[in-house]
C-alpha cells in the first residue's frame, strides 16, 4: 500500500500565496518516488494537470501558472510540494497529488485524497 496526503489548502485573497504538501508513505517498503504531478478540478469540469516534475528534474506547468507556481521535491522526505503564488480566482478548485513510481512489490501510480483551495476576497 502507499498513501499520499495532500495539506496547505484553504482560503486565500487574490493576490496571495499558498504552499501545498504531499506526502508520499509506502507502508510495505519505501516508495521511490520517479514522477510527481499536481492537478486540480473546479466544479463541473474535468481534472487537468498544474504542475509535473519528473525524476531528472524536468517540469512542465500548465500556461495558466507558469510564472506564478513552483513544483518541488524533498527526496528524503518522499514529499513533494506546490508553492502557489499571485492566486487568482479562477485558480479556486481541489489540488490533487499523482505520485508515480515504484517499491518492493513493482510499479505503481497512485492518487491523494484532495484539498481544496479556495481565492476568494
Known amino acids: 500500500q502507499v498513501q499520499v496526503v495532500e495539506s496547505g489548502g484553504g482560503l486565500v485573497q487574490p493576490g496571495g500565496s499558498l504552499r501545498l504538501s504531499c506526502v508520499v508513505t509506502?507502508?510495505?517498503?519505501?516508495?521511490?518516488?520517479?514522477?510527481v504531478g499536481w492537478f486540480r478540478q473546479a466544479p463541473g469540469k474535468e481534472r487537468d494537470s498544474v504542475a509535473i516534475?519528473?525524476?531528472?528534474?524536468?517540469?512542465n506547468y500548465a500556461d495558466s501558472v507558469k510564472g506564478r507556481f513552483t513544483i518541488s521535491k524533498d527526496n528524503a522526505k518522499n514529499t513533494a510540494y506546490l508553492q502557489m503564488n499571485n492566486l487568482k480566482p479562477e485558480d479556486t478548485a481541489v489540488y490533487y497529488c499523482?505520485?508515480?513510481?515504484?517499491?518492493?512489490?513493482?510499479?505503481?501510480?497512485?492518487w491523494g485524497q484532495g484539498t481544496q483551495v479556495t481565492v476568494s476576497s
Open positions: 516534475l519528473s525524476s531528472g528534474g524536468t517540469t
Open positions: 499523482n505520485a508515480i513510481g515504484w517499491d518492493s512489490v513493482g510499479p505503481g501510480n497512485y
Open positions: 509506502g507502508t510495505r517498503s519505501r516508495f521511490n518516488l520517479n514522477v
